[in-house]
């Protein structure tokens, strides 16, 4: 079987039709769809929970991860563990298909070979527009430098296994899984013989990313940190990552535990720098078993002493500022906790963090 897996998060509803569409059209019809929801906010649940009904062939999941960062590698190995056997295409929600890409992936299909495709980029402007295939105007194409949307059979990515989940936000992840296929024996092509995908546009990941707080998970440099990872794995000649446990997340009953949790229970550490440096690197890796609630919050001394001391930089207590925060804790978490139950939350008015953490 020929499985194309879609992993999601957050995205308008008219690329997620556009691309569905395309391959409603397909002149070959051997293949099926996973919709992979990696906990998008509720509005764009409820909004491709609605289209998907009339798309009755695609197989939709939904990982309670909405409180987590974004990790394409776990969506997409969610699926690839559920598959015995055959063949997958890792997709793009952005991706709009040429009618004869179906067919003609088939025809590529080689239990050693593994392939990427060219894929043609659209404007802003064009991508608004509903046209043909060969009617859109291509802005540029991409180069082999860009390895997203792979097709490779499930025996040999499960060799390697799978998709590395270390990577998070953004980057890296699809170039990390051609290195490990090559350094165990495989081939990785590039197709560019012709164009069968178009890229409806959008804003970067790099262009998105703030210097301050938001309410987006985000963390300063990941890109970079992404690329020195793949860097090491490509000098390490890395084959096997992940464990036994590969593709899992946590269930709607883990999820639910640590929103009751969140109520109550909840331990407060402000923002000064000992007691920050305290938390990550002595009380998070010493927790008891259990669910642990802990609030981060903006403290400032308020005393006459105290300001005065401030204003004449004579003060001994130093702060870290919440983004400051948000990035070493998110650093942490990636490092040391993913594997781990948990939900991880800014506050609405931006002045806490709350991390609410399973140790089993």
Same mark, same amino acid.
């Given at each position: 079987?020929?499985?194309?897996?879609?992993?999601?998060?957050?995205?308008?509803?008219?690329?997620?039709?556009?691309?569905?569409?395309?391959?409603?059209?397909?002149?070959?019809?051997?293949?099926?769809?996973?919709?992979?929801?990696?906990?998008?906010?509720? *509005?764009?649940?409820?909004? /491709?929970?609605?289209?998907?009904?009339?798309?009755?062939?695609?197989?939709?999941?939904?990982?309670?991860?909405?409180?987590?960062?974004? @990790?394409?590698?776990?969506? *997409?190995?969610? /699926?690839?563990?559920? &598959?015995?056997?055959?063949?997958?295409?890792?997709?793009?929600?952005?991706?709009?298909?040429?009618?004869?890409?179906?067919?003609?992936? &088939?025809?590529?299909?080689?239990?050693? !070979?593994?392939?990427?495709?060219?894929?043609? $980029?659209?404007?802003? !402007? !064009?991508?608004?527009?509903?046209?043909?295939?060969?009617?859109?105007?291509?802005?540029?194409?991409?180069?082999?430098?860009?390895? #997203?949307?792979?097709?490779?059979?499930?025996?040999?990515?499960?060799?390697?296994? #799978?998709?590395?989940?270390?990577?998070?936000?953004? #980057?890296?992840?699809?170039?990390?899984?051609?290195?490990?296929?090559?350094?165990?024996?495989?081939?990785?092509?590039?197709?560019?013989?012709?164009?069968?995908?178009?890229?409806?546009?959008?804003?970067?990941?790099? @262009?998105?990313?703030?210097?301050? &707080?938001?309410?987006?998970?985000?963390?300063?440099?990941?890109?970079?940190?992404?690329? $020195?990872?793949?860097?090491?794995?490509?000098?390490?000649?890395?084959?096997?990552?992940?464990?036994?446990?590969?593709?899992?997340?946590?269930?709607?009953?883990?999820?639910?535990?640590?929103?009751?949790?969140?109520?109550?229970?909840?331990?407060?550490?402000?923002?000064?720098?000992?007691?920050?440096?305290?938390?990550?690197?002595?009380?998070?890796?010493?927790?008891?078993?259990?669910?642990?609630? $802990?609030?981060?919050? !903006?403290?400032?001394?308020?005393?006459?002493?105290?300001?005065?001391?401030?204003?004449?930089?004579?003060?001994?207590?130093?702060?870290?500022?919440?983004?400051?925060?948000?990035?070493? &804790?998110? $650093?942490?978490?990636?490092?040391?906790?993913?594997?781990?139950?948990?939900?991880?939350? *800014?506050?609405?008015?931006?002045?806490?963090?709350?991390? /609410?953490?399973?140790?089993?």
């Amino acid at each position: 079987m020929f499985s194309i897996i879609y992993p999601y998060r957050n995205r308008d509803i008219q690329r997620v039709k556009n691309s569905l569409e395309s391959l409603e059209k397909q002149t070959s019809k051997n293949f099926e769809v996973y919709f992979v929801n990696y906990g998008s906010d509720k *509005i764009y649940t409820k909004q /491709v929970e609605d289209l998907l009904v009339k798309y009755s062939s695609v197989k939709y999941s939904y990982l309670y991860t909405e409180q987590q960062p974004w @990790n394409k590698s776990k969506a *997409i190995n969610s /699926v690839l563990k559920s &598959l015995e056997s055959g063949y997958f295409f890792v997709a793009d929600i952005d991706m709009i298909f040429h009618l004869n890409f179906i067919k003609k992936a &088939l025809k590529l299909l080689r239990n050693n !070979e593994a392939y990427y495709f060219q894929v043609g $980029f659209l404007s802003e !402007e !064009e991508s608004r527009t509903t046209k043909n295939f060969k009617d859109y105007t291509i802005k540029f194409k991409s180069n082999e430098k860009a390895t #997203g949307l792979t097709l490779c059979s499930v025996e040999s990515a499960k060799a390697i296994g #799978g998709f590395d989940e270390f990577y998070h936000f953004w #980057g890296s992840e699809d170039t990390d899984f051609h290195i490990r296929l090559k350094n165990a024996g495989g081939h990785v092509n590039f197709y560019n013989k012709e164009v069968l995908m178009l890229h409806q546009w959008h804003e970067t990941y790099r @262009n998105k990313e703030v210097k301050t &707080l938001s309410k987006s998970l985000q963390v300063s440099g990941i890109v970079q940190f992404n690329h $020195f990872y793949l860097k090491k794995a490509a000098q390490e000649k890395r084959t096997v990552i992940n464990n036994e446990n590969f593709g899992k997340t946590q269930s709607k009953k883990d999820y639910e535990k640590l929103v009751e949790h969140k109520k109550n229970n909840i331990k407060l550490i402000s923002n000064k720098q000992v007691e920050i440096d305290y938390f990550l690197f002595k009380e998070l890796p010493c927790l008891e078993p259990g669910l642990h609630t $802990f609030k981060i919050y !903006e403290a400032v001394e308020k005393s006459l002493k105290s300001v005065i001391k401030r204003k004449l930089k004579k003060s001994n207590t130093k702060y870290y500022s919440l983004k400051t925060i948000n990035d070493k &804790l998110l $650093f942490h978490i990636i490092n040391f906790y993913s594997n781990y139950h948990y939900n991880y939350s *800014i506050s609405e008015d931006l002045k806490s963090i709350r991390l /609410v953490i399973n140790k089993l």
